[in-house]
């Protein structure tokens, strides 16, 4: 089993709409959740990161995650095709764990 | 300009037939590593470095070999390719370990026919 579960997707979604994405880890050393975003052809790029339980907001994205339940979650507003991209989740203790990523595609 | 740099991009080869593939940073990062990315399994680490001659198994090391002599080099060496080794690469630094953050080279796709 992995220890971080994530849907591949794809994940459609018209430009403005709300996008949600959601990872399931079984790690509890987990002490750093990344989303880090991969844009076709080229290498993932850290998008944000969060220390232990809560929200974290950067713009129009929001990383969240809730500890007893092992979900980590990335919320994306007023989506634009330009975060047409596939979205990787991670946790850290020491090492660096990756989900299989979401592909999503944002419609104008 | 802060990179990871990685080459070839694109390779074909024959099973057996030894190749490299080269990584190189310049933002003087002591923690290297290498991954695979497969369709439906993410990426998965090959092997990493904490720093010169220190290097380790990831969690798919069987295939593959490293080495690092330089602080800036991390090639990857597969000494006889195979069909299953088909896949997208990636070449990635940090300043340690622990760091959540890692910078990505933009990735080898290898074929191997």
């Known amino acids: 089993q992995k220890e971080v579960e994530q849907d591949p997707g794809p994940l459609s979604v018209p430009e403005g709409a709300i996008v949600s994405l959601n990872c399931t880890y079984s790690?509890?050393?987990?002490?750093?959740f990344m989303w880090y975003r991969q844009y076709s052809r080229k290498g993932p790029e850290l998008l944000m990161y969060?220390?232990?339980?809560g929200n974290k907001e950067d713009g129009r994205f929001t990383a969240q995650v809730d500890k007893s339940s092992k979900y980590i979650s990335l919320f994306i507003r007023d989506s634009q095709p330009s975060d047409s991209a596939t979205y990787l989740c991670?946790?850290?203790?020491?090492?660096?764990?990756f989900g299989a990523g979401t592909q999503v595609v944002v419609t104008p | 300009e802060a990179q990871v740099t990685q080459n070839p991009r694109y390779l074909i080869t024959v099973t057996g037939k030894k190749l490299t593939v080269t990584c190189s940073q310049n933002m003087n990062h002591e923690y290297m590593s290498w991954y695979r990315q497969d369709p439906g399994l993410g990426l998965r680490q090959i092997y990493y470095?904490?720093?010169?001659?220190?290097?380790d198994k990831g969690d798919v090391p069987e295939g593959y070999k490293v080495s690092r002599k330089e602080k800036r080099n991390f090639p990857l060496i597969l000494e006889s390719p195979s069909p299953n080794q088909t896949s997208l690469y990636f070449c990635a630094s940090s300043y340690s370990l622990s760091s959540y953050e890692q910078y990505f080279g933009p990735g080898t796709r290898l074929t191997v026919t």
């Open positions: 969060t220390y232990s339980s």
């Open positions: 470095s904490m720093n010169v001659e220190v290097t």
């Open positions: 991670g946790g850290s203790w020491g090492k660096l764990q």
């Open positions: 790690n509890s050393v987990f002490q750093y």
